[in-house]
């Protein structure tokens, strides 16, 4: 039977241990969601592969507007196309979004799964017991990190496009509907966002940078181009391209697009469209199709996540 010292702790028990696993079972109990920012904010900063691939999703908006601002220009300035109008400038601001998608979604599963493969996330969940809010924490940080990265690429993008095409732009904004500059400029930021969410809800549901990378390169790459390739077929198969159209790259396609009348967008409405006239959504609904993408696949992760030992 241990005896009690004046300090009222067994005589067994070193005080300053003792008062420092209760203070840290205190301190878990009563972090908040404020509390799981800060961590996850400091944690986002603290892998190298977090500046490594915001900085390339910055220079691919630069390096794509200008190649494809450059393309439109020498089109254009061959006398067999239309004259250049600003819908062409913004489209080829955003000429870079489905590239610039997959790194943001290796980001999304990487910032997830390299706790795993650290075993850090034994700590992060001792720190923070309450999964959902340690999935939903590192989401907005995630969110965040990646809506500001390309926004800064957004506006590079906009002056690389502006500096090939600017003097060849000649028709005013009668083609360009009022909503593309904002969905350039915002909408695709917020559209990265979303696609590194979906991608870190990849991560949760394989655990592994491995799977979850070849789940984002599958559902974003592989699978629209076998999609691509069978819809030449023939009309019989006019519903494999209303599917395609409606898988995340494609559904970012159309919504930056913004149902504008460029070159760009009537380069792919050739590609994608029959005499048969499948589902092609407009530019609202295909934001509409992405966000459920994202939705659904981030709901799986938490819910595999909370359900799931760690180990």
Known sequence: MQSANPTGTPSGTV?????GAAHGASHARRLGFGGALRAEWCKVWSVTSTYVLLVLAIVFFAVNSLMMGWLMRFVESQGDGMPLGNEDLWAAVSSGAD??????????VMVLTSEFSSS??????TVNPRRTM???????VLAVVTFLASFVGML???????IMMGSSVSTGNAEMPAAMPWVTLLGIPLA????AVMSMGFGALCRSTAGGVLCVVVLFMIVPSMLQMVQLLGEKFTWVVSLNNCLPANALTYFTGVGANSFSNSASA?????ATHPFQPSWGWAGLIYLAWAVVV?????????RRDVK
């Open 15 to 19: 005080p300053g241990a003792a008062h």
């Open 99 to 108: 590239n610039v998608l997959l790194i943001v979604g290796i980001l999304g």
């Open 120 to 125: 850090s996330i034994i700590t992060s969940l």
């Open 134 to 140: 340690f999935m939903n924490a590192k989401a907005l």
């Open 156 to 162: 590079l993008a906009w002056g690389c496009a502006a």
């Open 192 to 195: 990265m966002a979303l696609g």
């Open 270 to 274: 050739q590609l994608s469209m029959g």
């Open 298 to 306: 981030y709901a799986a992760g938490v819910i595999v996540m909370d």
